[in-house]
T-cell receptor, first 110, second 113 residues
């Protein structure tokens, strides 16, 4: 079964707007990671947030983690057409392996 | 240029045939992983290896086999026992230590003839 579930499944916004994606998970984690996947390509790592961290930034990306609610959010500010992709959260619960969610498909329109 | 190379990009399998997907990395990573991705879905773990000559089953190992004879290479064989092999297959690697991300290849798309 999937450990992480992203919400929404699909999101369509205009260029320049902000995009927010959420991830919920079921068990305690060591860290949570966000990845991007362009159509037909492999995944690219975006941000890793540890279980003792609450917020992390990288360029236009902001990730929050609420371990009490077992949830995380990814915010992309000032979105661009090039941000169009699928975004996945993945949880590390130990054992050197990740469990991926089902993804959010983001479309940024000009 | 360091990275992970998967080949071929597209592969077709006939009924009853075994096929092998290649995954090579020059990142000097200890751990390597194989995932299966079906349309509109997330990734499911097939097999993973944390060190040379050792590997473990993931969540959907039935119908697949792997080997890890070299640190750089982790080939995946899709056997004839895998009745629904059509999918996008992704290989990843990771350095040792906690709180490390995985690095992915660009995938192999396998289809049935």
């Amino acid at each position: 079964s999937q450990q992480g579930e992203e919400d929404p499944q699909a999101l369509s916004i205009q260029e320049g707007e902000n995009a927010t994606m959420n991830c919920s998970y079921k068990t305690s984690i060591n860290n949570l990671q966000w990845y991007r996947q362009n159509s037909g390509r492999g995944l690219v790592h975006l941000i890793l947030i540890r279980s003792n961290e609450r917020e992390k930034h990288s360029g236009r990306l902001r990730v929050t983690l609420d371990t009490s609610k077992k949830s995380s959010s990814l915010l992309i500010t000032a979105s661009r057409a090039a941000d169009t992709a699928s975004y996945f959260c993945a949880t590390d619960i130990g054992g050197n392996k990740l469990t991926f969610g089902t993804g959010t498909q983001l479309k940024v329109e000009l | 240029d360091g990275g992970i190379t998967q080949s071929p990009k597209y592969l077709f399998r006939k009924e009853g045939q075994n096929v092998t997907l290649s995954c090579e990395q020059n990142l000097n990573h200890d751990a390597m992983y194989w995932y299966r991705q079906d349309p509109g879905q997330g990734l499911r773990l097939i097999y993973y290896s944390q060190i040379v000559n050792d590997f473990q089953k993931g969540d959907i190992a039935e119908g697949y086999s792997v080997s890890r004879e070299k640190k750089e290479s982790f080939p995946l064989t899709v056997t004839s026992a895998q009745k629904n092999p059509t999918a996008f297959y992704l290989c990843a690697s990771r350095t040792s230590g906690s709180n490390q991300p995985q690095h992915f290849g660009d995938g192999t798309r396998l289809s049935i003839l």
